[in-house]
């Protein structure tokens, strides 16, 4: 006689991958995300002003933007925001509410034009398809810069835009991709080249073999992070991969970084990450590539606190932080 357990145990699929605590992918192909599934509406928000809109940007693969507008103070142009997501590569989206909260606040605060780019996810669409999305969501941006560039111009890039104070930024695998744009830039025009006046990169997504600092001691959280690498970047480099080890061998060279005047690096003091982005500011400060860099730790918060957590005291300040940082001239 067959018992209920082994009847549900022979109905169940079978996992193949588990990404936890964010995917699972079954033997049967099914994939199942956990989070970062929600859509929030395009629109204006009644508690920032901003208006909101999502606009198809490569139809050959379906990536889009969303677009964000605030109630802007002002007749002349204003800088731009070029964001990116994060999630690992494999979660969220430019419509999760969360981001769509934050951005909202960042156009708001900051009084800019943000593009949130919407890219392809892992694993179904394993890296690099999201570093080609993202630049060419980039080239898109780009040929608004130049009379003719685009066919069908976006009115709110044409009409409110500064293409002289562009700005790319992103948290956790979104600065992940936009460290990578920026070197690429210094190499590949995206057609025609932007004036990138700085990086803001939030408790960046880099990652290394050798652990270091808290890595060394919290092995389950070392465990995890390793284990989602291995997801979305089918490499025989692992976690050493240069395109999540900015150091590792193959890595662009930090002297790529020339295009970016400036650069800010926000990381939490309770993020598993924390340590790879003090690296990173090590490193760059150390590199020739010859612009300035800043570095702010929220010492008792966790990763992409500002995002699950808007309205708290820090979240604010990083908010804020970034639209200084925006809005702060080099000298």
Known sequence: MTSLANDIDSTTPEVSIEAFPYLRVYKDGTIERLAGTQVAPTGLDPQTGV???????????????RLYRPELKTDKPVPLVVYFHGGGFFISSTGDPVYHNSLNKLAAEAQIIVVS????????????????DCWEALRWVSSHSVEGGVQ????????????????????????????????RISEQDPSPRLKISGLASIQPYFWGEEPI?????????????????SVVCPS?????????????????????LAPCPKILVLVAGKDILRDRGWLYYEKVAKSTWGGTIDIMETPEEDHVFHILNPNS???????????????????
């Open 51 to 65: 208006v909101s809109k999502d606009v198809l940007v490569v139809p050959q693969t379906g990536v889009s933007a």
């Open 117 to 132: 780019v919407n890219y392809r996810l892992a694993p179904e669409n394993p890296l690099p398809t999201a570093y080609e």
């Open 152 to 183: 069908s111009p976006e009115p709110w890039l044409k009409d409110h835009v500064d293409f002289d104070r562009v700005f790319l930024a992103g948290d956790s695998a979104g600065a992940n991709v936009a460290h990578h744009l920026i070197c």
């Open 213 to 229: 600092g808290s890595e060394v001691h919290d092995l389950v959280r070392k465990t995890m992070v390793d284990r989602w690498w």
């Open 236 to 256: 025989d480099k692992g976690n050493d991969d240069p395109l999540i080890n900015p150091f590792a061998e193959g890595a662009p060279s930090l002297e790529g």
């Open 313 to 331: 005291e820090n979240a604010k300040a990083l908010i804020n932080r970034l639209a200084t940082f925006v809005n702060q001239k080099v000298i």
